[in-house]
């Protein structure tokens, strides 16, 4: 079993910045990829950014050159540096992690981005 638990979300006028986190526990080991979704009411579940455990990323086209995915595998958790942020930005963002048997959704946090 794998828990997630994100932090950091808020409220932000727009060109500000904010930083995520998503902390794991349980059996740590199993996981291989962490990633980034965000969803807006009514819309699909969108990926943002993804991290590898060696530290292979892959960003969303939109999010490239003002978000930055990171992760400390000593501390179990991944992080979203998001600038510039845009109300389009405005979501929840749900946090994902993946491995060997696993696929576990954190709890999400919501980004609101005014203008």
């Known amino acids: 079993q794998v828990q997630l638990v994100e932090s950091g979300g808020g409220l932000v006028q727009a060109g500000g910045s904010l930083s995520l986190s998503c902390a794991a526990s349980?059996?740590?080991?199993?996981?291989?990829?962490m990633a980034w979704f965000r969803q807006t009411p009514g819309k699909q579940r969108d990926l943002v950014a993804s991290i590898s455990r060696s530290g292979v990323t892959n960003y969303a086209e939109s999010m490239k050159g003002r978000f930055t995915i990171s992760r400390d595998n000593a501390k179990n958790t991944v992080y979203l540096q998001m600038n510039n942020l845009k109300p389009e930005d405005t979501a929840d963002y749900y946090c994902?992690?993946?491995?060997?048997?696993?696929?576990?959704w954190g709890q999400g946090t919501r980004v609101t981005v005014s203008s």
């Open positions: 994902y992690a993946t491995g060997n048997s696993i696929s576990v």
């Open positions: 349980g059996s740590i080991f199993s996981i291989n990829v």
